[in-house]
T-cell receptor
Framework: GNSVTQMEGPVTLSEEAFLTINCTYT??????LFWYVQYPGEGLQLLLK?????DKGSNKGFEATYRKETTSFHLEKGSVQVSDSAVYFC???????????FGAGTRLAVHP | GAVVSQHPSWVICKSGTSVKIECRSL??????MFWYRQFPKQSLMLMAT?????????EQGVEKDKFLINHASLTLSTLTVTSAHPEDSSFYIC?????????FGPGTRLLVL
């Protein structure tokens, strides 16, 4: 079936630490993949995306590479800030772009 | 990116009343909008897909008579929670798709007393 699996949180890091949030997907074919971020009390914001295999999405220091061999789209950032504290959702469309399928979300807390 | 707005951002109502939430695409036209519900510390749950000029498509387990959706124009979809009860208290988020990307509104927090 079509699903998205994220590493469980919460993830707690000190400022300037390296961040990795794992995301894997199951799918037939090669769907577009997304990372969304939700800051406290707000809706979701598109953080980055990749539309085909080997693409790298990047934004605000975050990166994720679409790896078809491992069906993964791990989110990384070299040096996190306190302002990065939020919930991060990995997502992909179901077949035909009818529905966006979300992972469970990973809460990141960055401490000074 | 495309901008989606919601109104109101917060609403408190008494049990038994109906509440309408608006979702607007500000700088693009959206033939399809989506309504989600999010419980605290959980992921988003798709409630329904709103199609301009036609009936909404509801997900399994979502009561269509309870959550009325109207998509009368290419820039506006509304969700009406009818006869709201405390268990309807939640964070409601709308979304619109532009080509291969979905953009989300800021959400509406509903508290039913």
């Amino acid at each position: 079936g079509n699903s998205v699996t994220q590493m469980e949180g919460p993830v707690t890091l000190s400022e300037e630490a390296f961040l990795t949030i794992n995301c894997t997907y199951t799918a037939t074919g090669y769907p577009s993949l997304f990372w969304y971020v939700q800051y406290p009390g707000e809706g979701l914001q598109l953080l980055l995306k990749a539309t085909k295999a080997d693409d790298k999405g990047s934004n605000k220091g975050f990166e994720a590479t679409y790896r078809k061999e491992t069906t993964s789209f791990h989110l990384e950032k070299g040096s996190v800030q306190v302002s990065d504290s939020a919930v991060y959702f990995c997502a992909r469309f179901s077949g035909g772009y009818n529905k966006l399928i979300f992972g469970a979300g990973t809460r990141l807390a960055v401490h000074p | 990116g495309a901008v989606v707005s919601q109104h109101p951002s917060w609403v408190i109502c008494k049990s038994g009343t109906s509440v309408k939430i608006e979702c607007r695409s500000l700088d693009f036209q959206a033939t399809t909008m989506f309504w989600y519900r999010q419980f605290p510390k959980q992921s988003l749950m798709l409630m329904a897909t709103s199609n301009e000029g036609s009936k909404a498509t509801y997900e399994q387990g979502v009561e269509k008579d309870k959550f009325l959706i109207n998509h009368a124009s290419l820039t506006l979809s509304t969700l009406t929670v009818t006869s709201a009860h405390p268990e309807d208290s939640s964070f409601y988020i709308c979304s619109a798709r532009v080509q291969e990307t979905q953009y989300f509104g800021p959400g509406t927090r509903l508290l039913v007393l």
